[in-house]
């Protein structure tokens, strides 16, 4: 499995869920954590919440349909496991996320930022787990 690196794209994706995290906590004062948004879409706590969260999910998912009317075609994407095995992942960041409090955007992008301690340590962990888990299996399970 080759990976390519595509830096353009990486930094304009990267400035958008920047611009996105600030506008978010500049306009409604809240973080830009992904699945905390989902979370509270698919099971609202507050009705004042879930419009704003509704809105950010869809402009998220619209991406690939924005692709496709400016391009002729959807963007390019290798999922190279099973659909099992994705479920089988989906589930388990499910559970680290819980476990953690939080996914890679909240603490990774908006926790860094405010360089909470908690954020550093579930960012510098969430690395070392990626890290880990690549080596292992393209090199010990033969995968890539």
């Not at 507050?46 to 619209?62: F, I, K, Q, T």
């Not at 680290?96 to 926790?111: K, Q, R, Y």
Request: aromatic residues 10%; positive net charge; proline residues 4%.
């Amino acid at each position: 499995m080759m990976t390519e690196f595509t830096p353009w794209a990486s930094l304009f994706g990267g400035f958008l869920i920047g611009l996105a995290a600030v506008l978010l906590m500049l306009l409604h004062g809240r973080v830009f954590g992904a699945t905390g948004i989902l979370s509270g879409v698919l099971f609202p706590s507050n009705s004042g919440d879930w419009l704003w969260r509704a809105v950010l999910v869809l402009g998220m998912v619209s991406g690939p349909v924005l692709y496709l009317l400016l391009t002729g075609s959807f963007p390019a994407v290798e999922v190279p496991v099973s659909l099992p095995m994705l479920l089988v992942g989906g589930f388990v960041v499910g559970i680290g996320v819980t476990l953690g409090s939080g996914c890679t955007s909240g603490h990774g992008v908006c926790g860094m930022a405010r360089l909470s301690l908690r954020s550093i340590v579930a960012t510098c962990t969430f690395m070392l787990t990626t890290f880990v888990t690549v080596f292992v299996i393209r090199h010990f399970l033969g995968a890539g």
